[in-house]
């Protein structure tokens, strides 16, 4: 999938207002996926081609943080902690709870394309473990009651 | 210098100096993984060369930390052990140890620290990365569960070949190096990473379960594929090459190689190569002795040399044998048969450089050595795809732009490698270099750029070339060539003033009706700026074969003896007739193009010695009916070539790798090949054959060694006056070398031209012979891909090689193909006055629209099918680069 043109010429005045290219990495990339849903193959080599960054150092970046996707994922994303914290808590049984609902293992997405399931380190919200992210929301002090009745409001 | 002490060892290094550095420098061994001596900064990412710096509570990494005054450096102390052990024992922790098989064992960094520090079982269990092994590409396999993350594959990657094709993609535990998304590795493949790789997690795919460093055996070798001239060693075990390691501080590749040296070494072994003599008899070969055929050649030559007279015999020596059998080559065509119709395919390359430059200069080759690109301030690189023809060449282009901040100028019609990284990139219609060039000049006369007391004092002629090009002003030189004026502008100041500044340039020049012309006129810019004599500043043709240099050098030439000493000199040729004990013919003998069209006319046999012409040179259908109508054709290869098949009599040879002998690089620099296994059969190596055959024709020739034959080479030959197997046993030695205390020379021309004073020739630009018009509306250019080498005989029968490049296409602009409705990867019908062939289309923009691109290799699709054989006045080289063809559908 390329860059459609109109959210090319955004990425383009993001580049600018950047005096070293690889500053404008991040920016370019958050705005891609927001847009476009995730970093689609052909718009990463577009972009490492006009920062002239070789395209698997754009990848390494994209891949290096869970907030970025390499690939297509369901509508709702969920991200569950399973960092110190949050596994003294038994985060465990929590990721199971999910993958057992959703019917997918961790790091895919359901058949009806609803929710994509990823394990991650550390949401930054240890107070309130065991903890999930969906989409933007936070949810706390998971039990397997609570994440039945969540997954009912998506 | 920074005096401390390492272990008590007192040591003094430069400022800036790692203790790592101090510590080689005295002698103290540090173990390292991470860090890489070819790559320019230290990393520090594994922690194993950890020390104690006295003074200091933390242990620091020996590989990052610069030395002080007054340091005192522990190495071997108890805790510095048991930080060792702990990394090691992590490292191992996610590490798949399976020595058994691993390529690796007994040469694995790992496993040789994991030994000296006791390392039994991990102390930490628990999961591993359990990603397997890829093999998904033709050279190379990966096994991530071997890989310790120690990024040296990474960093060559980007920093050596400018490839950057992998990296380390996720993260934590997850984390591998990958190419993007994961896919399958698409690179150069030079192979780089992988004798980077400090553990077994990169290997050959083409050397793999044939043995393992300690059961190899190494001989040091030349790569046979290219004028670069690496430095590696065949590494062999039970008489087969199975791998190669290329040679480290080589002043040539430093421990670099291409992926034809890495991997396309297997043709050695192939089993079409030839084993036994072949004599045709009813249209079929049949095997024969050696006594048999090699009576009969003698025999048909004496025949014909009684009938016809010695001239109506010629011979093809080769850019790809060794001097000393190119020397014996020539030597036995002059004095066994009596003539000088002896040529090679320098002919079709750089015929008209060494023609060029011994006009302008007095002599013919690269000025500079190869490291010295390295150092110019500007470089310019015309009529050369040198990442693909010449890649070693082409990392030290990629060495001075990024590392060094030189500037690039490119004057190419074609997108290369390294365009990306071009101040100017000039795409000029082929055949239009000498109007692109004296437009160059135009502008620094005009703006005053040029180096008035280098014309004074070191040139003649100036004020000719002054008023030839007062014509090519921007505007005019834009109407020639399609380059924008602007550019003109810019490449001209750039290179005139931004010193030094040193031109590579290659078939792109030379192989033009107008060849020889567009030599003068690149030594007429460096002369101009005064870009010449000086250390990375000069006129650089980068020579295609392996030898193509030393058999020039050592005179397989219809005009010149060993050391482009000139038949017509009388004094000369008597000098020859001295030392060789005969009477020697006076007049100059054909080229190879001239006597494939007299062939079957005034010439009645021909000795062909590993040369393939009939695919290499242009217009083939018409040389295939020469060579056929000969009556007599005796072609000595390693394989059944296309000309071999229309031989009457075929000998078999030794491949490099079975023989000793030298090479000589683009560089001038002499080299030493060693053989490292038999030859297949009952094949045997040229001079061997050149011996037997003069000795029958009844000139005696013989040898027990070629190293006797580098020593008469010495003695007729002014430029190798000093050189001699034992001097270049360690290190190759550049031309000239006039004697045996001469160190060689580095670069030509430092305060005197070889010619006395460089001569600057007014040339005029001229269309080239064929242009397109409405029945054939495109310019048709030829050329090499990296994959592959000359017509193939070699790299088409390596299983990697071939497997990457399998297929001949032809490079269309997608504004052309739009218009002929063609797409990608269709088969389409190419056509020229000359025939027609048929191959896939390749819809790029390597090409400007109205040009296409077809390489040479292949003969299912042979490009030189369609070239024209109109031959430059002076040189005879054909016109590869220029004709007018037309694309349709198939
Ligand atoms: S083979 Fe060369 S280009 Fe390919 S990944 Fe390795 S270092 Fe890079
Ligand atoms: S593949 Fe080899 S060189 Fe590359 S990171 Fe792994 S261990 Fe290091
Ligand atoms: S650059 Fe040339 S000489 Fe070097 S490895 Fe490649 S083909 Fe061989
Ligand atoms: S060698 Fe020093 S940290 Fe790896």
């Known amino acids: ?154 | 210098m920074i005096n401390l002490t390492i272990d008590n060892k007192p040591v003094s290094v430069e400022p800036g100096a790692t203790i790592l550095e101090a510590a080689k420098a005295c002698g103290v061994k540090i173990p390292y993984l991470c860090h890489y001596s070819k790559l320019k900064k230290p990393h520090g990412g594994c922690r194993i060369c950890m020390v104690e710096v006295e003074g200091n509570p933390r242990l620091l990494a020996a590989c990052t930390n610069p030395v002080a005054e007054g340091m005192k450096v522990i190495t071997g102390s108890e805790k510095v052990h048991k930080a060792r052990k702990f990394v090691l024992e992590l490292l191992l922790s996610d590490h798949d140890a399976r020595c058994i098989t691993c390529e690796k064992d007994g040469d694995c960094k790992l496993q040789k620290l994991a030994y000296e520090y006791g390392v039994e079982e991990p102390r930490f269990t628990g999961a591993r990365r359990n990603y397997g092994v890829r093999r998904d590409n033709p050279f190379l396999e990966t096994d991530h569960d071997k890989c310790i993350l120690c990024g040296r594959c990474v960093r060559v990657c980007e920093e050596i070949p400018a490839v950057a094709a992998i990296d380390f993609i996720k993260r934590g535990f997850a984390t591998k190096v990958s190419p993007a998304y994961d896919k399958a590795l698409n690179c150069v493949f030079c192979g780089e990473c992988m004798y980077a790789c400090p553990t077994g997690a990169i290997n050959s795919k083409i050397g793999r379960y044939q043995g393992r460093t300690r059961d190899l055996k190494a001989v040091e070798s030349v790569c046979p594929f290219c004028g670069c001239g690496c430095n590696y060693s065949l590494l062999v075990k039970n008489g087969r090459v199975v791998k190669v390691q290329p040679k480290k501080n080589s002043p040539v590749n430093d421990g670099s190689l291409c992926v034809k040296g890495s991997f396309g070494y297997d043709f050695i072994h192939h089993k079409d190569r030839l084993t036994t003599p072949l004599i045709k008899e009813n249209g079929q070969f049949r095997p024969a002795s050696w006594d048999e055929a090699l009576g009969l050649v003698a025999e048909k030559f004496k025949v014909i040399q009684a009938k016809t007279g010695a001239d109506s015999i010629g011979g093809f020596a080769s850019a790809r044998c060794t001097n000393e059998e190119n020397y014996l080559f020539q030597k036995l065509m002059r004095a066994a048969v009596g003539t000088n119709n002896v040529d090679h395919c320098a002919r079709l390359c750089h015929a008209s450089t060494v023609a060029g430059l011994a006009d302008s200069f007095g002599s013919g080759a690269m000025t500079n050595s190869i490291a010295e690109i390295a150092n110019a301030k500007t470089i310019l690189v015309t009529g050369s795809n040198t990442p693909e023809t010449h890649p070693i060449i082409a990392l030290q282009v990629f060495k001075a732009v990024r590392e060094n901040g030189a500037k690039l100028i490119i004057a190419d019609p074609r997108q290369l490698r390294f365009s990306p990284y071009a101040q100017v990139q000039m795409r000029h219609k082929p055949g239009t270099d000498i109007a692109l060039f004296n437009g160059l000049m135009h502008v620094i006369i005009k703006e005053g750029l040029e180096d008035k007391d280098f014309i004074a004092q070191r040139t003649e002629g100036y004020e000719e070339l002054k008023k030839v090009v007062e014509r090519y002003t921007p505007e005019y030189v834009e109407n020639i060539t399609g380059v924008p004026q602007e550019q003109i502008i810019a490449a001209a100041r750039l290179y005139a003033t931004n010193k030094p500044a040193s031109i590579l340039y290659s078939m792109g020049i030379t192989q033009h009706v107008t060849g020889t012309n567009g030599v003068k006129t690149i030594a007429n810019l460096a002369m101009l700026t005064g870009n010449l004599g000086r250390e990375s500043s000069g006129v650089n043709p980068l020579r295609g074969q392996n030898n193509v240099q030393g058999a020039c050098d050592v005179g397989a030439l219809p005009n010149v003896y060993p050391g482009y000493q000139k038949v017509a000199d009388v004094a000369i040729r008597a000098k020859f007739e001295a030392a060789w004990g005969v009477k020697l013919p006076a007049n100059n003998g054909l080229t190879i193009t001239e006597m494939v069209k007299a062939a079957g006319n005034s010439l009645k046999a021909l000795y062909v010695m590993g040369e393939n012409p009939m695919l290499s040179d242009p217009d083939l259908t018409e040389v295939k009916k020469h060579l056929e109508s000969l009556d007599f054709l005796v072609v000595q290869d390693i394989f059944m070539t296309e000309t071999a098949e229309l031989a009457h009599v075929v000998l078999p040879v030794a491949s490099f790798a079975e023989k000793d002998g030298t090479f000589t690089n683009t560089e001038r620099r002499v080299q030493l090949l060693h053989k490292a296994v038999d030859s297949p059969g009952e094949a045997r190596t040229d001079w061997q054959i050149l011996c037997d055959l003069s000795t029958r024709l009844g000139y005696n020739m013989s040898y027990d060694h070629p190293s006797q034959i580098m020593d008469e080479i010495a003695s007729v030959t002014p430029i190798y006056g000093g050189i001699s197997f034992e001097r270049i046993s360690k290190l190759g030695l550049q031309w000239p070398c006039p004697d045996k205390n001469h160190p060689g020379t580095k670069f030509l021309h430092k305060d005197k031209f070889s010619r006395g004073l460089g001569k600057f020739f007014p040339i005029e630009f001229q269309s080239p012979p064929e242009w397109p018009d409405a029945e054939y509306p495109l310019i048709l250019t030829t050329g090499r891909v990296l994959f592959h080498f000359h017509t193939g005989s070699m790299s088409r029968r390596s299983k990697g090689l071939e497997e990457v490049c399998p297929k001949p296409y032809v490079e269309i602009n997608p504004v052309d193909a739009v218009k002929l409705g063609i797409s990608d990867g269709e088969m389409v019908k190419v056509g020229s006055r000359r025939g027609e062939i048929q191959l896939a289309a390749a819809v790029n923009d390597r090409c400007t629209p109205g040009v296409i691109f077809i390489p040479f290799h292949f003969k299912e699709a042979a490009a030189n099918v369609l070239t024209i054989a109109a031959l430059d006045p002076v040189a005879k080289i054909p016109e590869f680069k220029v004709c007018a063809a037309r694309v349709e559908k198939a």
């Open chain 1, 1 to 154: 999938m390329n860059i459609p043109q109109p959210l090319w010429q955004e990425i383009e005045q993001i580049i600018v207002s950047y005096p070293q290219p690889q500053g404008a990495v991040l920016p370019a990339l958050h705005k891609i996926q927001e847009r476009m849903g995730y970093l689609a193959e052909e718009a990463l080599a577009q972009i490492a081609g006009h920062l002239r960054i070789p395209q698997v150092d754009l990848f390494e970046i994209a891949t290096f943080y869970t907030l970025l996707y390499t690939r297509p994922h369901g509508d709702n994303i969920i991200l569950v902690c399973n960092n110190i914290s949050c596994y003294i808590l038994d985060s465990e049984t929590i990721l199971s709870t999910l993958e057992d609902e959703l019917k997918i293992k961790a790091g895919n997405t359901t058949a009806d394309n609803k929710f994509t399931l990823q394990a991650v380190s550390c949401l930054g919200a240890c107070d309130g473990g065991p903890v999930m992210l969906i989409n933007d929301q936070l949810y706390p002090h998971l039990t397997g009651d609570k994440i039945r009745r969540i997954l009912k409001e998506y």
